[in-house]
C-alpha cells in the first residue's frame, strides 16, 4: 500500500516559485503513473500535470503548461512540480495521486493512491 506525502508548499510572492515534492512509502512508485491537482475554496478540483511511469510522457493543464514542470526522480521515489510565474490564482491545496498504469491523463477519482495535500498561498 502505497503512501503519497506531499512538501514544500507555504506562502510566496505573485512571480515567485515553488517546487512540490510527492514522496512514496510502502513500495515502489516505479510502475505508477503521477499525477499533481488542485482545489481552491470554493472550487471543484482540478488535474494539473500528469507524468508517465517511465517519465518519458507528460501533459499538462493549459492553464499552467509553460509554468509548471513535473518530473520524477524513481530512484527517490519522489515526483515533484515545479512551479514559476505563480500568480494568485494559484493559490489552493496541491495534492499528488498515482495510478498503477503506464500513460497520462486520469481523472482524480480514477487513481488508486492519493496524497493529502500542501497549501499555496500567493500574495500579491
Known amino acids: 500500500q502505497l503512501q503519497l506525502v506531499e512538501s514544500g508548499g507555504g506562502l510566496v510572492h505573485s512571480g515567485g516559485s515553488l517546487r512540490l515534492s510527492c514522496e512514496a512509502s510502502?513500495?515502489?512508485?516505479?510502475?505508477?503513473?503521477i499525477m499533481w491537482f488542485r482545489q481552491a475554496p470554493g472550487k471543484e478540483r482540478e488535474g494539473l500535470a500528469c507524468i508517465s511511469s517511465t517519465g518519458s510522457r507528460t501533459n499538462y493543464k493549459d492553464t499552467v503548461d509553460g509554468r509548471f514542470t513535473i518530473s520524477r526522480d524513481n530512484a527517490k521515489n519522489t515526483a515533484y512540480l515545479q512551479m514559476n510565474s505563480l500568480q494568485p490564482e494559484d493559490a489552493a491545496v496541491y495534492s499528488c495521486?498515482?495510478?498503477?498504469?503506464?500513460?497520462?491523463?486520469?481523472?482524480?477519482?480514477?487513481?488508486?493512491?492519493w496524497g493529502k495535500g500542501t497549501l499555496v498561498n500567493v500574495s500579491l
Open positions: 495521486a498515482a495510478r498503477n498504469r503506464h500513460g497520462c491523463w486520469y481523472r482524480y477519482i480514477d487513481m488508486d493512491y
Open positions: 510502502g513500495g515502489t512508485l516505479n510502475n505508477y503513473a
